[in-house]
């Protein structure tokens, strides 16, 4: 369900023709369509389905699934929607300062066949996921020939294709051919390095009065109920995708601790 490629450097032969994309930092996500029809979502650490996200580091991800994808195009692809599965990164920090506004929270990756217990191949799987009205990976190379693909291109930070999200090159790129051999190459360090960050520092330091009237103004905008709760919750997930790597990677806060220090920093300061 969620292939973990090798290093490039040590991958196996390829064949055929290749498609090279930009993975962002984050973490594996898989999405389902359940028989009642409602979304279940697992990760590596979670197996299990769940309708719920399973937890924090995941929530912005889980919510944009649940608004973007398109359930009748899934229902209408195929004879059971229930023995797909879809699987992609859940985007946060990870050693890489991104526009958090043009980085989905959610990227997909794959597209998983229960039945035949294999994945689509690039192209194919890319299609789906953007049929589905959700956002693929971006493609650095496509259909390449393997004669043509050095991997030696990736052993220095320079070699990166520039990032589809960031000034900056891209994190890491995913390389695979039809036969679903696999490999991925990072640029930047997994866990990434930095100093831990803590949930009074985080708040100091990013959240702001008038953070707080323009998420507030943001809601209203949407027609949201503006509420201490609401809020609360829509910076969380804001704050979890941008400085996840320094609260939880490198530092041990805890997702209730942040919940809570920010809940009593907005009621503060909401109009």
Not at 91 to 102: E, F, I, K
Not at 161 to 178: F, G, N, Q, T, Y
Not at 232 to 241: C, E, N, Q, S, Y
């Amino acid at each position: 369900m969620f292939p973990e490629p090798p290093a490039l450097s040590t991958a196996p032969a390829f064949s055929g023709h290749l498609w090279v994309q930009e993975r962002p930092t984050g973490g594996h996500l898989g999405v389902r369509l359940a028989d009642s029809g409602a979304l279940t979502f697992q990760t590596p650490a979670q197996p299990t389905p769940t309708m719920r996200a399973p937890g924090v580091s995941y929530e912005a991800a889980v919510r944009f699934v649940r608004g973007e994808i398109a359930r009748d195009t899934l229902r209408g692809a195929v004879e059971d929607p229930t023995t797909v599965a879809l699987v992609g990164i859940a985007t946060w920090d990870g050693g890489v300062d991104y526009d958090w506004d043009a980085l989905p929270p959610f990227v997909g990756t794959d597209v998983y066949v229960a039945p035949e217990d294999r994945y689509l191949t690039p192209d194919a799987a890319t299609a789906v996921i953007e049929r589905l009205g959700l956002p693929a990976a971006p493609a650095v190379d496509k259909e390449l020939p393997t004669r043509q693909f050095d991997r030696t291109r990736y052993e220095e930070p320079s070699g990166f294709p520039p990032s589809a999200w960031a000034p900056a090159p891209a994190a890491a790129v995913l390389v695979r051919d039809k036969t679903d051999t696999r490999a991925v190459a990072w640029r930047v360090s997994q866990p990434p390095d930095g100093d831990a960050l803590t949930a009074r520092d985080c708040l100091d330091a990013h959240v702001s009065p008038e953070r707080i009237q323009q998420t507030a103004t943001a809601l209203r905008a949407a027609g949201d109920a503006v509420t201490v709760a609401a809020v609360r919750d829509r910076l969380l997930r804001t704050l979890v995708r941008e400085h996840h790597s320094r609260l939880f990677e490198a530092g041990t806060v805890a997702p209730d601790e942040l919940a809570d220090r920010l809940g009593e920093l907005v009621h503060r300061h909401l109009d």
